[in-house]
T-cell receptor, first 114, second 114 residues
Framework: DGGITQSPKYLFRKEGQNVTLSCEQNLNHDAMYWYRQDPGQGLRLIYY???????QKGDIAEGYSVSREKKESFPLTVTSAQKNPTAFYLC?????????????FGDGTRLSIL | AQSVTQLGSHVSVSEGALVLLRCNYS??????LFWYVQYPNQGLQLLLKYTSAATLVKGINGFEAEFKKSETSFHLTKPSAHMSDAAEYFC????????????FGQGTRLTINP
């Protein structure tokens, strides 16, 4: 079945450590997105990518970095500069970035601080 | 600032009762509107979307939503609640801040009482 796979499901970060969250899709979608979810705040866009080797900052990009070297992969790195990284991270994809395109979501990675 | 507001962070109904989850948006242009559902520790699943073809939109699991331009609303309803409907529901809008961005409401947690 086609879908989005996020790994790991749970991740723990030590102080000063960078961690990378994996997102892989086999839907052949051009656009991919990373969101952060905090209780009572809905989802906030971190980064998005419309095409391979291109990506743009979302609303809360500080302390995060991404790459898009392959169409099916869009990993997110949470750097030590992100002082409050504890959250639920969701990856999504859509056929394109048109405004009428619904996004398909993975099952998320929950990141916590040790 | 353009935004999406979901009235009521928690809604509780009895099994078999009407479900009504409220969503209002602000926009100076006709938007595209979406409702998503999230079960615990999972990603978001698309329930339905409005893309200007019809003001009453039918989705999965018996849900529907009506677009009312004069009220800038897109409320989600289901005639008869089922225990399996217990989840968090998000309203989202695109076309407001760039074609690539979905803006999410804060979410409404739906509880079903037996």
């Amino acid at each position: 079945d086609g879908g989005i796979t996020q790994s790991p499901k749970y991740l723990f970060r030590k102080e000063g450590q960078n961690v990378t969250l994996s997102c892989e899709q086999n839907l052949n979608h051009d656009a991919m997105y990373w969101y952060r979810q905090d209780p009572g705040q809905g989802l906030r866009l971190i980064y998005y990518s419309q095409i391979v080797n291109d990506f743009q900052k979302g609303d809360i990009a500080e302390g995060y970095s991404v790459s898009r070297e392959k169409k099916e992969s869009f990993p997110l790195t949470v750097t030590s500069a992100q002082k409050n990284p504890t959250a639920f991270y969701l990856c999504a994809s859509s056929p394109s970035t048109g405004p009428n395109q619904p996004q398909h979501f993975g099952d998320g990675t929950r990141l916590s601080i040790l | 600032a353009q935004s999406v507001t979901q009235l009521g962070s928690h809604v509780s109904v009895s099994e078999g009762a009407l479900v009504l989850l409220r969503c209002n948006y602000s926009s100076s242009v006709p938007p595209y509107l979406f409702w998503y559902v999230q079960y615990p520790n999972q990603g978001l699943q698309l329930l339905l979307k409005y893309t200007s073809a019809a003001t009453l939109v039918k989705g999965i699991n018996g849900f529907e939503a009506e677009f009312k331009k004069s009220e800038t609303s897109f409320h989600l309803t289901k005639p008869s609640a089922h225990m399996s409907d217990a989840a968090e529901y998000f309203c989202a809008v695109s076309g407001l801040q760039g074609a690539q961005k979905l803006v999410f409401g804060q979410g409404t947690r739906l509880t079903i009482n037996p």
